[in-house]
């Protein structure tokens, strides 16, 4: 049986309201249901008058065939408690009958005329061809019969006949098997028999209370029925194929119509037509046709069926021959029956359409993935108080009172077009000062981080494995700012797990594409292991419990200027107008990778603002010359040894006339060493450059370069002359003020407060799904970035934008870098950070089976409130609150109705 076809279904209503009229009275006009007003359960009343009307029909072609009054009342009895099956078996035998010789002439003639002494003559002559021909007898024995259980010695015969025809060969060999018995085709109508009652009538209805029971076309009752006509048209169809392929072809030159074997004038009384209102028996107003009216479309289809046998009656014989009026016969009532599965099929799935069509046409549009991600976010803006309302995941990476240095953001592009917005989270902000948390950089380095953190609850949706939208991470930068994004996964109560790192600045935009990874609900895990040895049950828990973990999605952000002042020892806030001060600072501790202690302040505490960042800004202007001077050195080298390699090359060779000694000079320079890496014997790399004194206000001195004469070149001429230095010695306890956390234990020290253990998040959630999810349909999600990262980036100010891809390659190269500055900027995880902000994100996802409209129309499900339940259960483990406390009150009566398993007590 096809699927539904809108233009067939339409073709075969028009046909079949003509010949309606004819049947009905003239002041009848029933109509296709949807264009007639009625209610939802007019189309339940349908559905069933649509089934009866099949079942009638069935049996009429069942009597048709052969079966009697008494014949059905005999297989109903059987069936209840045996299964009746209606049966073909066929064999047949193909026996040597004679042989035949016989000679055939050609009808060509051959004519020859020869010329003699006595005159001329002709002769003529013809090809005469002795031809052999074998003669078999082909019976065939077919029987249509009914028997119950397994029993086939006691069965109803339906119809059977012998026919015999004569086969001719020009070979001995036989055309057709000696003997051959099919296999029977088999149909269980014991389902058609269960629904004929007392007296014949049928009683198929729609129990509309059952559980399974989702539309008038949705149930068990219509399925059931369903499935058995299309049985019924598979069977018809082996049975019409046994004739007409297998049978008939025996009688190859018949000269029989054999395409008037159709029943396209047979009228099929299965077409699904509702009436104005009308009175029905107890004064009821119905719009569905009556009992009446079908038994005048039984009485039409059994006229149109004998009309269309005396048709046949007139073009084939009777006989014994294989191929008379009784064998089509059967083919016209198989291509019949065969088309009452299709009408049926057609008319319920057109019940399902109906419902398509007026649900579009209520909206004005089908609604896609998208939308609905659109209405959610709408309908939880009804749904919340505002204190638990879901928020954007868009955040700006500031410091307080001051302007952001950026932005981060979780952003869906929906499927369906249009910009990218952030996703909707039920979101909370960690309560006062929280312990602070680590991560490893290298395997002898943990950095420690303070900070906000933020728990986020997120939820997708999925129709028929498509979600509408993709998600991306995007971190943006404004110019001359910097931060640093670190994307993970929560591994511990204390412990963050960076799998990559970057580092954001001046106008970067930084795009992660991030993956959903669903993993089985708890009803499904359940389900899976519950047969399983307690050993593997073992195992499974461990591993789902890993999975479990993993739906903790984090990403960290760092502020890199505020961990450069407490690196350097200057005042807060200092660094935040020395722009270029902050850029040279970043490329000594990136690319050059120079110790801290190098450039940090170490003078008076007492000392200014001003002047601790002018000490710093002369050890970074000294450190520049330095390294400068050591570029020069190794450029002057290198172009040595290539004069060096020049002169040998252009020397005369030893030996030969007019040579001389090589001129030593030059070798003697070519071959000077190089000069050493430190400065002076002062300042090197052994320790930092000395401080000015308190009250200087100037920057140090330059460093002395060293020169292949031994003097140092003179300072810049920007620079202030070298204050008198003075030994400032730090304060006796300043290292009781810097702790070191880089010796701690992963776990923290014993007795040490943890805080809030997000590990625990996952756990308590699949607990209260596995407890109020009771379509089993929201699965854990993991979440994780993608492989393939994309970067927008401005070299310069004057520069184009330009958007290059960052493969796993790039992004290991991202990651070292971001890492030897954190290495730096924590002096390898001495320090800790305190301005770091942490997002951490469990994400679960409702799946629907099926697409969103055949959701609505064919389960009858209401997805909103299906989505609604499932953010109330991820709301209530993010917040830690009862459903009916971050309900708005307006809506808590509807959300009671729909959702009323969330309010139970525990007793309950």
Known sequence: MDAFDQHRFQAKVDAALARIRTVLEVNRTPKLAASVQHEYEDKYLLAEFLTNAALATQLNVLEVLGLGEKDVVALKKWSDSRA????????????????????????????????????SHKVTDKVVTTVEEWFWNFTAKYEVSAYAGTDKSEKVVLRGRECKYVVKTTSDKTPYPPKSVRDPVELNITWLLQNVGDGLTLRFSIDRLAKGCHTPRRNEEVDRALRYFREFHSWAQQVQQYFEAHLFPVQASSGLPLSHMNAEKVFVPVVPLFEKQREAAGGQQQVVLSIGDLNAFLGEERRSLEEKFAALGKEFPRGVDLITAEEAEIVVLMKHGKELAVCYGDGVDYIEEMLRQQLVAAIGKEVTPGEFIEYMRFHNRKLFKSAYEPQPFSYAVRRPQHYPEGTLSIEAALSSGGVAEPISTCVRAA??????????????????????????????????????????????????????????????????????????????????????????????????????????????????SMQLESTLFGVVVIQIKPQLERLLNVPNDSLTKEIRLTQDLLEMFIKYQIPSDLLSYNGAESASADTKVAVVKGYVEAMQQMIQKI?????????????????????????????????????????????????????????????????????????????????????????????????????????????????????????????????????????????????????????????????????????????????????????????????????????????????????????????????????????IEKVEHTTLIVASSVHGKAPEEMVNPSQLDRVRTYSSNLFQSPSE
């Open 431 to 544: 309560s006062g000062a929280a312990p602070r948390m680590h991560f490893a950089i290298n395997a002898a380095t943990n950095v420690h981080f303070g900070g906000e953190r933020y728990l986020h609850g997120w939820i997708s949706h999925q129709f028929s494995g498509a979600s509408g939208a993709s998600l991306k991470l995007v971190a943006r930068a404004r110019q001359f700012s910097s931060f640093m994004v670190l994307v993970g996964r929560i591994a511990g109560p204390q412990r963050f797990e960076a799998k990559h790192a970057m580092i954001v600045q001046n106008k970067d935009e930084v795009v992660v594409p991030l993956l959903l990874e669903p993993i089985p609900t708890p009803k499904e895990f359940a389900d899976a292991i519950e047969s399983l040895s307690p050993e593997q049950q073992r195992f499974a828990r461990a591993f789902r």
């Open 84 to 119: 009746v099956t209606v049966q073909l078996v066929s064999e047949e035998t193909c026996v040597f009958d004679r042989k035949e010789t016989r000679k055939v002439e050609s009808k060509t003639q051959h004519v020859k005329e020869y010329q003699g002494t006595f005159g």
């Open 631 to 863: 570029k020069d050195d190794e450029l002057a080298e290198a172009e040595a040894k290539r004069a060096m390699r020049e002169a040998e090359m252009n020397l005369p060779s030893f030996g030969s006339f007019g040579s001389g000694p090589p001129p030593m000079a030059m070798m003697s320079a070519a071959c000077a060493p190089p000069p050493p890496m430190c400065a002076s014997a002062s300042f090197g790399f052994g320790a930092p450059p000395p401080p000015p004194a308190p009250g200087g206000g100037g920057p140090p001195p330059p460093p002395a370069a060293p020169s292949a004469g031994g003097a140092p070149p003179p300072p810049p001429s920007s620079a202030p002359p070298p204050p008198t230095t003075v030994e400032v010695k730090p304060p006796a306890d300043s290292a009781a003020k810097e702790p070191v956390y880089g010796q701690e234990e992963n776990g923290g020290d014993a007795g040490e407060d943890v805080g809030e253990d997000y590990t625990k998040v996952p756990v308590e959630l699949d607990a209260k799904l596995s407890e109020l999810d009771e379509d089993g349909a929201v699965r854990p999600t993991i979440m994780h970035a993608g492989s393939t990262w994309s970067k927008r980036e401005q070299k310069s100010l004057l520069a184009e934008p330009r958007t290059s891809s960052l493969g796993t390659s790039e992004l290991e190269q991202e990651r070292s870098r971001a890492f030897d500055l954190l290495d730096a900027l924590t002096r390898s995880g001495v320090l800790a950070v305190e301005d770091a902000t942490m997002h951490v994100v469990v994400a679960a996802t409702h799946c629907f089976d099926k697409t969103l409209t055949n959701t609505v129309i064919q389960d009858n499900v209401n997805p």
